[in-house]
């Protein structure tokens, strides 16, 4: 396998119950380094390809490949370079601190305790993490948010899948977590970042490379100015590039 691919699948699927076919034979490629928007309604499929991606359900057919690794036959190897973040905040818990929070996350993954103080200090100055000893509902769901790409960096992952991010927030912490995650997570160290997102305007201001995902498909994929010259309109907008390759296309 091409070592400069950190995502690859072939022919992903998945159904449920009644023969549910929520992803029908996906096939992408992700560069290293690279940040790739997955665009898409509600009920596309975009969560479940993310869960299938981070080793969370497994497939009904289909290969997954992690920088090169194999998630159904290396899966722990596949996994230990990879960082998940979402729009949820209950996986944490309310009533500790931030640093306490990641504290007892950096535990899972074996580190000393020396270890866990140095890189939870780390990451709050990397995140602007003011008040890490705040308990954590008092958060605003900005700095909730930030505590979630930090725990998500406690392993120091190459691959960073991030699943409707910004949903909860308002545009300014959006707008701050959009411009971390393109200057600091991507151009200067160099990570991986497969972000899904509804919302079209962020592609705009985020995308390396978009794909348009419909019904469990993706529809289209590839540099933004492509999709434009692909489109016959080298001015379109995302949002006009979306009513192009899915809407009116009855996808």
Not at 64 to 92: C, H, P, W
Not at 112 to 125: A, D, V, Y
Not at 165 to 189: C, G, H, M, Q, Y
Request: aromatic fraction near 10%.
């Amino acid at each position: 396998m091409d070592r400069s691919v950190a995502i690859k699948t072939a022919g992903l699927t998945k159904e449920f119950a009644l023969n549910k076919k929520v992803l029908n034979g996906i096939d992408l490629e992700v560069k290293k380094g690279e940040l790739y928007c997955l665009v898409g309604a509600n009920g596309a499929g975009k969560t479940t390809l993310i869960k299938l991606l981070c080793n969370l359900i497994l497939p009904t057919a289909g290969e997954i490949f992690i920088n090169g690794y194999n998630m159904l036959q290396d899966s722990e190897k596949a996994r230990s370079s990879i960082g998940l973040v979402t729009g949820d905040e209950r996986s944490f818990y309310w009533r500790l601190t931030g640093r306490q929070n990641l504290e007892f996350f950096a535990a899972l993954y074996n580190l000393s305790h020396r270890m866990i103080k140095k890189k939870t200090q780390e990451l709050f100055g990397l995140l602007a993490i003011e008040e890490p000893d705040k308990v954590f509902q008092e958060y605003s769901s900005g700095v909730k948010q930030r505590l979630s790409i930090a725990r998500a960096l406690l392993n120091n992952p190459e691959v960073l899948f991030m699943d409707e991010l910004t949903k909860n927030l308002d545009p300014k912490s959006a707008e701050d977590l959009r411009l971390f995650i393109k200057n600091t997570l991507v151009k200067n160290d160099g990570k991986t970042v497969f972000f899904s997102t509804h919302q079209l305007y962020e592609v705009e201001k985020l995308a390396g490379r978009v794909a348009f995902m419909s019904k469990g498909k993706i529809v289209t994929e590839g540099p933004p100015g492509e999709l434009k010259k692909n489109s016959g309109n080298e001015n379109a907008t995302i949002e006009q590039l979306y009513d192009y390759f899915i809407t009116k296309r009855g996808f």
